[in-house]
């Protein structure tokens, strides 16, 4: 059989449609663990700003999904 690989769509040619999805989700994620769990004191700089927070997450998911879409392109082959 001569089965061609199928490549992966990418946004902008960087991004898998997973990896925004994840981003989104991180960035969701990130607003919930400030709005529930963070720091109300100025004195933690990452979890005491929403924004911040949403960052994180959003950078976090990001490289979890490009970690898992080239762990996946690399088993095709």
């Known amino acids: 059989m001569n089965a061609k690989?199928?490549?992966?769509?990418?946004?902008?040619?960087?991004f898998s449609v997973w990896s925004i999805a994840g981003m989104l989700l991180g960035g969701l994620g990130g607003f919930?663990?400030?709005?529930?769990?963070?720091?109300h004191f100025e004195k933690c700089a990452f979890v005491s700003n929403p924004y911040?927070?949403?960052?994180?997450?959003a950078l976090l998911a990001l490289i979890i999904a490009e970690v898992i879409r080239?762990?996946?392109i690399t088993d095709e082959s």
């Open 5 to 14: 690989a199928v490549k992966p769509k990418l946004v902008l040619g960087l």
């Open 32 to 39: 919930v663990y400030y709005r529930t769990i963070g720091c």
């Open 70 to 72: 080239i762990i996946t």
């Open 52 to 57: 911040l927070s949403i960052l994180w997450g």
